[in-house]
């Protein structure tokens, strides 16, 4: 089974401060992505890697930044967190390959509260 | 670039109700599309998806989900709903063939009363 994990459930912070969310997967999957997610507003892509040191743009990149130093670890970094960014944060992983059609693997998520 | 509109945002239904829930996407090429399941507390899981062939698709716990590709559709169903099956579906698309990203839809919350 793919795992996908995530460092905390939830996470709460005050406006201003620095943020990291961690993303581990077990798969050697080479695609991994970062979505926030809030009510009625679905899914939306905040980044995505798709190798080691390389990174896309998703949707709603403005405030965040992402790190991948290894395969398996995705990093979202709220440089100053602000209180927008009180949301539920999703990291997903897939595999590109014959077979996989880009379906992803979801973590359990972290819920951040910026106070 | 790619949407995904799903009309219904909440759904009620009494179990042993039929389930559709509607799914429409604006991709004129080739696509990969996937429903994703939430359950209270959960995290996402894969439902079901199609990629090529019989545009009837199967998944798991009973659901199943038909592609019309004329109409740019992708409706999921379920003859007979339980209590639980209470949870948020979310439909999603991918541009077969070149993006690795999906688009996801904003969401259907099912409440299904005992």
């Known amino acids: 089974d793919v795992k996908v994990t995530q460092s905390s459930r939830y996470l709460v912070k005050r406006t201003g401060e620095k943020v990291f969310l961690e993303c581990v997967q077990d798969?050697?999957?080479?695609?991994m992505f970062w979505y926030r997610q809030d009510p009625g507003l679905g899914l939306r892509l905040i980044y995505f890697?798709?190798?080691?040191?390389?990174?896309e743009k998703g949707d709603i990149p403005e405030g965040y930044s992402v790190s991948r130093e290894k395969k398996e670890r995705f990093s979202l970094i709220l440089e100053s967190a602000s209180t927008n960014q009180t949301s539920m944060y999703l990291c997903?992983?897939?595999?590109?390959?014959?077979?996989?059609?880009?379906?992803?693997?979801f973590g359990p998520g972290t819920r951040l509260t910026v106070l | 670039a790619q949407s995904v509109s799903q009309h219904n945002h909440h759904v009620i239904l009494s179990e042993a109700a039929s389930l559709e829930l509607g799914c429409n996407y604006s991709?004129?090429?080739?696509?990969?599309l996937f429903w994703y399941v939430q359950y209270p507390g959960q995290h996402l899981q894969l439902l079901l998806k199609?990629?090529?062939?019989?545009?009837l698709v199967k998944g798991i716990k009973g659901f199943e989900a038909e592609f019309i590709k004329s109409k740019f559709s992708f409706n999921l169903r379920k003859p007979s709903v339980q209590w639980s099956d209470t949870a948020e579906y979310f439909c999603?698309?991918?541009?077969?063939?070149?993006?690795?990203?999906?688009?996801f839809g904003s969401g259907t919350q099912l409440t299904v009363l005992p």
């Open positions: 997903a992983s897939s595999f590109t390959g014959g077979g996989s059609f880009n379906e992803q693997f």
């Open positions: 798969m050697d999957h080479e695609n």
């Open positions: 890697s798709y190798d080691v040191k390389m990174k």
């Open positions: 991709y004129g090429g080739t696509v990969n």
């Open positions: 199609y990629f090529s062939g019989d545009p």
């Open positions: 999603a698309v991918n541009a077969a063939g070149s993006a690795r990203q999906l688009t």
